[in-house]
């Protein structure tokens, strides 16, 4: 049954709908909704994309649609994916021009390319804290189709995915991310401009993809030499990649006596090629 909101503010506009109201929808815990408030925020996201390149923007978790209505003011074709029905519901009723856009779908385990076939497209969001490392991961599986991707997290993950080696909350995102995209950290935003207010403070960020889309080693093995490393990040090299089981000259190269932290996308990739020809 469609749910009947109250509608404040007075009369809905045809192409986008009001600037939602706090307490419209209810946010859910388990989904790990806060909802924006702050339209002057909104639209700064909205800001972060070039909507160059590529024909339509997908919006992950949009809500009640804050964010949406900057993004349907832009030139651009705007898709909304949502999981939570109540959000679904409000959208149907207060975004007549989303009409076939909205989509209730799960991101993580939805196939995408139904709706966009094999067109570029950007996405966007204020990103449930709860998945938004799986989110990113989903990006760089699609990464052929994603040239740009902006959007708000917990401040400590956008911020681990823009740092540089040598830091210790340089990890996987952080390496993983930049080998296919330009990682960039914009601005901070506090607890008190959501519904309910999150104990952490968010930050917004942008990834343009590269130009080179391959890397010059095998990309299965880069992903896997990664992770393996920081998932003992205290040891060296020569420690926690044991696994691979090298030959005892290749781990005296000067390489394996570092630690995960220490090394570049550059390094990780230089140190994947070391592997390569030795990995089962």
């Keep these: 049954m469609k749910k009947n909101y109250k509608k404040k503010g007075g009369k809905h506009q045809t192409s986008a709908a009001h600037a939602p109201q706090e307490g419209d929808v209810r946010a859910k815990k388990h989904l790990g909704q806060h909802f924006l408030t702050d339209e002057s925020v909104a639209e700064r996201i909205a800001d972060t994309l070039s909507y160059k390149g590529y024909p339509h923007v997908l919006e992950i978790g949009p809500g009640m649609g804050v964010l949406t209505i900057y993004l349907l003011r832009k030139e651009t074709d705007v898709h909304v994916i949502e999981i939570d029905t109540e959000s679904v519901a409000y959208l149907h009723e207060h975004y007549p ?11 993580l385990r939805y196939d995408i390319s139904e709706v966009f076939k094999q067109d570029q497209f950007a996405i966007i969001g204020n990103f449930p804290y709860n998945i938004s490392s799986q989110i990113v991961f989903k990006m760089l599986e699609l990464r052929e189709y994603i040239p740009e991707f902006s959007g708000m997290f917990q401040m400590e993950v956008a911020k681990r995915i823009c740092e540089k080696e ?12 930049q080998a296919f995209y330009e990682a960039e950290y914009l601005f901070t935003v506090p607890p008190s401009v959501f519904n309910p207010p999150p104990k952490v403070d968010s930050g917004v960020l942008r990834l343009t993809r590269k130009e080179e889309l391959s890397l010059p080693c095998d990309e299965k093995l880069f992903f896997r030499v990664v992770k393996t490393a920081f998932n003992q990040r205290r040891k060296t090299l020569r420690n926690s990649l044991k696994i691979f089981d090298l030959p005892e000259n290749i781990k005296e190269d000067s390489i394996f006596g570092l630690r995960p932290e220490q090394l570049s996308t550059a390094r990780f990739i230089e140190l ?4 390569q020809p030795h990995a089962i």
């Design 166 to 177: 040598g830091s210790k909350t340089y990890g996987i995102l952080s390496v993983l991310v």
């Design 272 to 275: 994947t090629l070391k592997i």
């Design 97 to 107: 021009a989303l009409e076939g856009k909205i989509h209730e779908k799960d991101f």
